[in-house]
């Protein structure tokens, strides 16, 4: 039988495992300007999954993560197959930071409108003349309260510091940043601009501080082919963007509920998701889904 969640965010499904672990279940859901959508993505949960997990291994060197298994025989008898196949992790329960780490590269999105208007992001002076799509002259971290609805609040380090303590936000800059630059330059080698990605941390019974939640995902980046990157304008991305040009297109007001997405959105999102796991990993989708055995229908 399977328990009822302990919490249920716009994508994941929260599961208390004990006193020490959690059981992370990421839906197929998809959110855009903070409504979830009434259309899934199929397998989008599992590329989460997926690309996390290859990414967790990437990270290890630099910073401990929270996942303590994903094999069937590490999950309890109610997570190990049908709908939870592949999209599933056994992960340490942590003291977490209520911060987002944000990490830009580039200028885009909410950054690019606060520059446009201040010519600055969230506290970092930047070069006069700047585009859109602009490579900063270095990467940038701008955290972000985590809000329980609507949106993250942009916050500047110096505010951060004040809220969260001056070492522990030196700390986090510093692992933010680091791993930023690994994985941009994982990313380049296929192809891909990672322009800028968030990350989570918690802290374990020794206040270590340990990366958790998802990481590096089409979710939590943005992630732009760089054959096709051109500065001053939106370039074509891996991630939810394609979903969110559509519905500015649809004339959506951004208010709930969102609209039924067409099945070309639905597969185009698909495919983009598939294609960012498989040329940055190097890996097969199919063959993720093979290793967690899930079948076709489901």
């Known amino acids: ?46 590329v989460l999954t997926a690309m996390s997990l290859f990414w967790f291994g990437q990270t290890a060197p630099i910073v401990p993560n929270h996942l303590a ?19 599933t992790m056994l992960v340490r329960r942590l003291e977490m930071v209520e911060l987002e780490c944000v990490a830009r590269g580039y200028l885009a999105g909410s950054g690019w409108r606060e520059y446009q208007a201040t010519g600055t992001v969230v506290g970092h002076r930047l070069p006069a003349g700047l585009r859109l ?11 972000a309260t985590k809000a329980t609805s609507g949106h993250d609040e ?3 380090r110096e505010d951060a510091a004040a809220r969260f303590g001056v070492g522990l936000v ?20 296929a192809g891909i601009i990672l322009a800028d990605t968030k990350f989570e941390f918690g802290r374990d019974a020794d206040g270590e501080l340990i990366l958790a939640d998802e990481v590096l ?13 051109m500065p001053g304008r939106n370039p ?63």
């Open 1 to 46: 039988m399977i328990p009822a969640p302990i919490a249920r965010g716009k994508v994941r499904e929260i599961y208390a495992h004990g006193a020490d672990h959690l059981i992370l279940v990421a839906s197929d859901r998809i959110s855009a300007y903070d409504v979830i959508m009434p259309t899934p993505i199929p397998d989008k949960g599992r």
């Open 69 to 87: 298994g994903v094999r069937p025989e590490d999950l309890p008898d109610a997570f190990r197959s049908g709908e939870f196949a592949g999209r």
């Open 133 to 143: 799509g602009d490579r900063l002259p270095e990467p940038i971290f701008t955290p």
């Open 154 to 156: 942009n916050i500047s």
């Open 170 to 189: 030196t700390a986090l800059e510093a692992l933010t940043l680091a791993i930023y630059e690994q994985a941009h330059a994982r990313c380049a080698e």
């Open 217 to 229: 995902t089409p979710d939590s980046s943005r992630l732009w082919p760089a054959d096709e990157w």
């Open 236 to 298: 074509a991305s891996f991630d939810k963007q394609y979903v969110r040009d559509w519905l500015d297109a649809s004339g959506w007001d951004h208010a709930p509920p969102g609209p039924t997405l067409p099945g070309d959105v639905v597969e185009g999102t698909r495919s983009r998701y598939i294609q960012a796991y498989e040329r940055i990993s190097g890996h097969r989708f199919r063959d993720y889904l093979e290793e967690a055995h899930v079948r076709a229908h489901q």
